[in-house]
C-alpha cells in the first residue's frame, strides 16, 4: 500500500486526524529542508507537502511565492530536491508529497519525473495547474511508479465534483476558500455542505487546506474532514527565522500546538 493510505488507515483506527504540514523544497536552504520535515514529524505532522519552486504559481499566495523566490535565487532544482527527499527517507517513513506546477513536470520529463519520484520515496502529487481533461496521460505514469495524484477540488467545484473525484487516491485536497494560499482569520464557506457533498462522490479521505493559520481554526475544520492542511503558517516562521535553530525550533512548537488542538 502507498504510505498515505497506510498513514490514513493508522489515524482512522485512533480516531485522530490528519495535520498535513507544507514547506518549499530549498527554503531557506536543502539542509534546513530535510531538517525540518525531521522535526515536523516528531512534533506530530502525519503527513508532509514539499512545494516544488516555480515562477509563475498560480495558488500561491505571496507568502508561498516569496518563499518560491528565495529557493529559486538559492539555485533549487528539481534534481536537488529529488536527493532532498532521499536525505529524509534515510530517516523517515512519513507520507511524502510534491506539490509541483504541470510545467515543472513537463520539463524534467513525464516519465523520468514519475520514476525519479518512485526512486526517491515520494507518495503522492498535488499539481494545483493540471486541468481534469488533461489528466489521463500523467495519471497513468504516476499509477505505474505507485506515486498518487491527490485530487484538487474548491467550493465552486459543484458541478464538476464527481468527474474531478473519479478514481482520486490518496485524498482530496480541499480547497477551504476561492482565491489563492495564504493565512487567514476566518472562512467563510459552508464547510459542512461542501465536506458532505464531497463525501458523496469520494470514499478517501478529505483534507481542508488554503488559509488554515491557528490551532483555533485547525481543531475547527478537523471536525468536518479527515485532514488539515497548514502551509503558509508555516512559511511565515521559517521567513522570520534568523536560522536553521530557530526555524526548527519555532516550527515545531507551532506543529506541536496544531497537532494537540486536532485531538
Not at 473525484?165 to 490518496?170: A, I, M, S
Not at 488554503?210 to 508555516?234: N, P, R, T
Request: charged share 25%.
Amino acid at each position: 500500500m502507498n504510505r498515505i493510505d497506510v498513514k490514513f488507515d493508522e489515524l482512522k483506527e485512533k480516531n485522530e486526524k490528519a495535520l498535513i504540514t507544507f514547506i518549499t523544497a530549498g527554503d531557506p536552504n536543502r539542509d534546513t529542508t530535510v531538517h525540518l520535515v525531521l522535526a515536523m514529524e516528531k512534533a506530530g505532522a502525519d503527513i508532509v507537502e514539499i512545494g516544488i519552486p516555480y515562477s509563475d504559481p498560480v495558488a500561491d499566495g505571496i507568502v508561498i511565492q516569496e518563499s518560491s523566490i528565495r529557493a529559486l535565487k538559492n539555485g533549487i532544482k528539481i534534481s536537488n530536491i529529488m536527493d532532498i527527499v532521499k536525505d529524509i527517507r534515510k530517516q523517515s517513513s512519513i507520507p511524502l508529497l510534491y506539490l509541483v506546477y504541470y510545467n515543472c513536470i513537463f520539463k524534467f520529463g513525464i516519465e523520468r519525473f514519475m520514476e525519479e519520484c518512485n526512486a526517491a520515496g515520494i507518495d503522492g502529487l498535488i499539481i494545483p495547474d493540471l486541468p481534469l481533461e488533461e489528466r489521463g496521460e500523467i495519471a497513468e505514469l504516476a499509477f505505474r511508479n505507485n506515486v498518487y495524484i491527490v485530487p484538487m477540488v474548491a467550493p465552486t467545484s459543484e458541478e464538476r465534483v464527481k468527474s474531478i473525484l473519479h478514481n482520486g487516491r490518496g485524498f482530496v485536497y480541499c480547497v477551504s476558500t476561492n482565491g489563492v494560499t495564504g493565512t487567514r482569520d476566518k472562512i467563510a464557506t459552508d464547510l459542512e455542505s461542501y465536506m458532505n457533498l464531497v463525501k458523496r462522490y469520494s470514499k478517501i479521505p478529505r483534507a481542508i487546506g488554503f488559509g488554515v493559520s491557528s490551532s483555533v481554526m485547525a481543531e475547527e475544520f478537523s471536525k468536518y474532514c479527515e485532514g488539515v492542511i497548514v502551509g503558509s503558517a508555516i512559511i511565515k516562521l521559517i521567513a522570520a527565522a534568523k536560522d536553521k535553530k530557530e526555524a526548527v525550533s519555532k516550527v515545531s512548537g507551532f506543529v506541536r500546538e496544531l497537532k494537540r488542538a486536532m485531538l
